[in-house]
């Protein structure tokens, strides 16, 4: 049977590896930490993943913690105004549920399920030298360790890599105690709330490892207001200063967020990243090649919510190249082919999470506007965060936006 090493224990190569598993596949994982560790460590992410992704973990029996995690069932954007009111305030119906559980939880768990399957885990921090002598060993090397160093393998492209800086500084902190949304109780949402040149302040339901919660999640322009959390260190100072931002630019979230407390104490994370596209080949200093997976090939801003959603359809559409590959050679081509095949989503992904950090253009204001009016555009804008090739429809260029909007309104 084929032998292949992933190296990365995240949302693809866990997603990845098991996958392989199923089906008969030789599998070495190597993690740079424990199931235990990851457990214990800090959160990592917000990863609210919408149905197309699910579905994939689904279809190979990887939904653990379906029927705990909080049903997301919308998308709500609201728009601060000047006197810290609301400009636009509407929440989107999803026609697949989301959920978000934290990775903490379903990383421990899918490694501890690999393992009792019999996969070979090896705790360790892959550097280059070891991918070199390790690659002679399989048929096939993937790289999934996320934005961390083993990126340097992977040249960038600038061609689809229109930001070289950090576009946000994140800002997460999970709480306990967040009252309901006040305008629709009775289902829960994400919550987008943007501060124009400020920044965005995202509100979603989790399960994480004490049971539900909810998460507060600032995207700060850099240099602005809200960048305010680097050299932070204290959890609770981090859940203060995100209350105080909240108070200030987004008062009918903080009206509910007054009691809150922190999850626990790996419940809050900073940092920032700049968006970038890599090649999806990385060569050796032996000369072996090894293929990229997810975020080190296409790491957008979380600004969308989508890199989670992104590594499940790529660890989806590997499975899908590696299994119909059967037993050829994992050349160069196939690693081409297998990624292209992974950037007939990525790509739209990376172009409307990139628009997306821009200021938005008056057409996109309006159609922002005209969706607290015309339920149809909300539903539609909140679905385009489960298939955002549908924004190639009727988002990025005006005339094909006010071409939606007269369908609707007959003008
Ligand atoms: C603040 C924030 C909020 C986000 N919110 C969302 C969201 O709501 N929805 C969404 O879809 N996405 C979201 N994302 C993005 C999402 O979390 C990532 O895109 C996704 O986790 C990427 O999966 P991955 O498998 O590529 O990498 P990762 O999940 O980063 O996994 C990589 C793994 O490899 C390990 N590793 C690293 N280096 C090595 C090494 N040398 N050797 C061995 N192991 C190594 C790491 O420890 C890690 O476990 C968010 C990201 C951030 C930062």
């Known amino acids: 049977m084929r032998k292949i090493l992933i190296v990365g224990a995240g949302q693809s190569g866990l997603q990845l590896a098991l996958g392989l598993q199923s089906r008969g596949y030789e599998v070495t994982l190597m993690s740079n930490r424990t199931a235990d560790e990851i457990r214990s460590g800090r959160v ?21 913690w379906e029927s705990q995690a909080p049903r997301i069932e919308g998308l709500g954007v609201s728009v601060a105004g000047p006197d810290s009111g609301r400009l636009i305030d509407w929440v989107g119906k999803l026609d697949g549920y989301a959920q978000s559980v934290d990775q903490r939880v379903k990383m421990a768990g899918w490694m501890e399920t690999f393992a009792q399957r019999g996969g070979q885990l090896v705790i360790h921090g892959a550097a280059v030298g070891d991918l070199d002598y390790f690659s002679r060993s399989y048929d096939l090397v993937l790289v999934a360790a996320g934005k961390g160093e083993l990126v340097s393998m992977f040249g960038r492209d600038a061609s689809r890599s229109p930001y070289s800086e950090p576009q946000r500084a994140l800002a997460v902190a999970y709480v306990h105690g967040l009252g309901p949304r006040p305008e629709h109780p009775d289902f829960d949402a994400v919550r987008c709330n943007i501060v ?6 995202f509100v979603m339901p989790t399960l994480t490892t004490g049971g539900r919660a909810d998460i507060l999640f600032w995207e700060g322009v850099p240099g602005g207001p809200l960048d305010a959390f680097q050299g932070v260190k204290d959890p609770a100072e981090h859940l ?20 809150v407390e922190l999850t626990d104490a790996g419940g809050t994370l900073a940092g920032r990243y700049a968006p970038t596209v890599r090649n999806p080949i990385g060569r050796l200093p032996g000369g072996g090649l090894v293929l990229g997976v ?43 082919g297998a990624f292209d095949r992974y950037w007939q989503t990525a790509q739209h992904v990376t172009k409307w999470t990139n628009a997306m950090l821009a ?39 005006p005339e094909k936006t006010n071409a939606y909007l007269a369908s609707l309104t007959g003008n």
Not at 44 to 64: I, K
Not at 196 to 201: F, M, Q
Not at 240 to 253: A, I, N, Q, R, Y
Not at 307 to 312: M, P
Request: hydrophobic share 40%; glycine share 6%.
């Open 44 to 64: 990592m992410s917000t990863q609210c993943m919408f149905d197309t992704a699910l579905q994939h973990e689904r279809d190979l029996g990887l939904d653990f």
């Open 359 to 397: 200021p938005p253009p008056e057409h996109v204001l309006n159609l922002l506007g005209a969706a607290g009016q015309l339920q149809p555009i909300a539903d539609r804008f909140a679905n385009g965060f489960n298939d955002p090739s549908d924004f190639e429809n009727f988002f990025f260029d």
């Open 294 to 336: 997810a975020d080190v090939v296409v790491a957008n801003d979380p600004i969308t919510g989508q890199g989670s959603n992104s590594a499940s359809k790529c660890a989806a559409a590997y499975l899908a190249a590696i299994v119909e590959h059967g037993e050829k050679p994992f050349d160069e081509e196939w690693m081409r």
């Open 196 to 201: 124009p040149g400020v920044g965005e302040l």
């Open 240 to 259: 203060s200063l995100t209350l105080e931002l909240m108070e200030k630019f987004t008062p009918w979230e903080y009206a509910r967020a007054t009691k």
